[in-house]
């Protein structure tokens, strides 16, 4: 068994729901973020791509740490061994963004 560490990270951008890997994550010393570091992705060697994870790979190339806000977060596992990234549409699925708040400035409540 490894001493080595890996997070499933799954998390919401842009109404498409991301499930990263990472050897390294932690809170950031900016306030209301998640650093995510050393993305793992599956063999280059395999027979089967993946497109979702193609797509990924690209997405994160050169990049060396991402800040996820904190809202954005779904869930965060420690997994065994690494798994294949993946990123899918939120429409349809039973995720939803959390409440924001409503900037309606001007309306008064009505009285019933």
Do not use: C, W
Not at 21 to 49: H, K
Not at 81 to 107: I, L
């Amino acid at each position: 068994m490894s001493d080595m560490q890996i997070f499933r990270v799954i998390f919401l951008n842009q109404d498409e729901v991301f499930e990263i890997y990472a050897r390294q994550i932690f809170q950031s010393e900016m306030y209301g973020f998640i650093e995510v570091e050393e993305f793992l992705f599956g063999e280059r060697a395999q027979v089967v791509v993946d497109p979702s994870e193609e797509r990924l790979k690209a997405l994160f190339s050169g990049v060396k740490r991402t800040y996820i806000p904190m809202h954005s977060i779904i869930r965060i596992d420690e997994v065994e061994k690494e798994g294949v990234g993946k990123v899918t549409d939120a429409k349809g699925d039973n995720v939803a963004p959390f409440p924001g708040f409503n900037f309606d400035s001007g309306r008064k409540p009505s009285k019933n």
